[in-house]
Each structure stands twice: as C-alpha cells, then as structure tokens.
C-alpha cells in the first residue's frame, strides 16, 4: 500500500525566511509519480510539481526548489524568501502506476504554512 | 479556458438525508475523479470515471455512489448521510486512462462544502 508522511502539520515563518517542507513516501512499485498541491484558502488544489520515480533530478522554479532523494524515499520542497502569499496548506502526493487502468493519487495530512508579515 | 466547476458550493443536509454533487470537468478531459477531504486531512479518493465507467474506487461504503455522462460531466451522489460524511468534496479531472495514467496531473475544482447536521 502506498503512504505519504508530512510530518510537519504547521509551520510559522517571517516573511524573506526560507522554509523547507518535509515529504517521506512509501510504496513498492518501481514505478510512481510524486507530487506537490498547495491549497489556499479557496479550497482549490493548485498543482505545483509533478516527479517521476526514474528521474531524481532537483528542480527550482522561481522561488521553489523540490529534493527527490529514492534512497531516502523523500520528495522536499523548499520556498525561498518566503511571501504572504505563499500561505496555505501543502500537500505531498503519490500515484502508482495503474492496476486496472485507473489513477489513486495518495495525499499526505498536508502542511500548513503560515508567512507572517 | 473554464477550469473544473462544481456545484453547489455550499450545502447543508440533516442525517439520512441524499446528497448530490455535481462536477464539469476541463474541456478535452475525460477522465473525472472524486475525492473527500474531512478538515484537517488530506483529499481521499472515492472514484475515477473513464469514458463513463467506473475505472476505480476507494474504500469507501455502498452509500457512496457516481456517474459520468457522455458530456463528461459527473455526479457523485451520497445516500443515508451520516454526520461523518462532513466534508469538502472534491472533483477533479485529467486528460486520460492508460499505461501512464499514473502520471496524469488533476486539475482540481473548488469543491463543495457538505455539512451534516
């Protein structure tokens, strides 16, 4: 069965300061697909980034950087110089390849980020 | 481009009472998911549709219940609610089934909000 672990349920950061968002996965296919969604207050899930098992490279994007280490089973993502409106609630996802043709996606609890002016 | 729209937004319900939801998915999407996130979790996933079939479920009890039209729009649909079936529903859409379905980005709606008293 796969899992998602966020360990971190609430963060509090002054704006400018980097903060990093911790994401442990478990699962026993070889091949899986991990993911980033943050939800502002809206409710909307927006997608950030999507990872395959087979490609372990970092990524920056602007302000956000993500760490896939498959030895580790860890997917982190990293918010440089944080902004107010980087507050939400973040959540680590996990999709297997398909049994049967269709798509589980496994959400962690989420991370609560709270950037304080 | 309109993104995933659900309806209704809000909606209020007693305990045994029938619920239903409904979802248009992206243009160009077939394929349509559901999800339940009870406050303070992550989304949990109830059903994938595919071309108007049930491709996937979740465990979830018989009370829950979905289809897809041939438009591609879905309906989830909740029988005897129970005041555990608070929640935020979401429904979400991607471009398609198949060997790498795993690795279909879902575009999420707003969800809608049930309470349960």
């Known amino acids: 069965a796969q899992k998602v672990t966020q360990a971190q349920t609430e963060i509090s950061v002054v704006e400018k300061e980097d903060v990093t968002l911790d994401c442990v996965y478990e699962?026993?296919?070889?091949?899986?697909?991990l993911f980033w969604y943050k939800q502002p207050p809206s409710g909307e899930l927006v997608f950030l980034i999507r990872r395959n098992s087979f490609d372990e490279q970092n990524e920056i994007s602007g302000r956000y950087s993500w760490n896939f280490q498959k030895s580790t089973s860890s997917f982190n993502f990293t918010i440089t110089a944080s902004q107010v409106v980087d507050s939400a609630v973040y959540f680590c996802a996990l999709s297997e390849a398909p049994r049967g043709g269709y798509q589980k996606v496994t959400f962690g609890i989420g991370t609560k980020l709270q950037v304080i002016p | 481009d309109a993104g995933v729209t659900q309806s209704p937004t809000h909606l209020i319900k007693t305990r045994g009472q029938h619920v239903t939801l409904r979802c248009s998915p992206i243009?160009?999407?077939?394929?349509v998911s559901w999800y339940q996130q009870v406050l303070g979790q992550g989304p949990q996933f109830i059903f994938q549709y595919y071309e108007k079939e049930e491709r996937g479920r979740g465990n979830f009890p018989d009370r829950f219940s979905a289809r897809q039209f041939p438009n591609y729009s879905s309906e989830l649909n909740v029988n005897a609610l129970l005041l555990g079936d608070s929640a935020l529903y979401l429904c979400a859409s991607s471009l398609a089934r198949g060997l790498q379905s795993g690795a279909n980005v879902l575009t999420f709606g707003a969800g809608s909000r049930l309470t349960v008293l």
């Open positions: 699962t026993r296919d070889t091949t899986y697909y």
């Open positions: 243009s160009g999407h077939k394929s």
